[in-house]
């Protein structure tokens, strides 16, 4: 069993760079061997599909309100 503290450490150090964290989690999910990886690959998916929606209905709102509302 792992240690609570090089855990928070490990938690922290991804807080602190999220960037090189992004990156590892990247290479994991192209490696395939981790028990993480789908995991990985879906939150990936969902990000950008929520991203998109956001965007989607950003607009179909900005559309309603200045020429549909009346």
Do not use: C, N, Q, W
Not at 38 to 62: D, E, S
């Amino acid at each position: 069993m792992a240690d609570p503290t090089e855990k928070a450490k490990d938690v922290l150090h991804a807080v602190e760079h999220p960037v090189e964290t992004a990156k590892e989690l990247e290479h994991e999910a192209e490696e395939g061997s981790s028990p993480r990886t789908p995991l990985i690959a879906i939150t990936g998916v969902a990000i950008f599909v929520g991203i998109i929606f956001a965007i989607l209905v950003t607009i179909a709102l900005v559309l309603y309100f200045v020429y549909g509302g009346k």
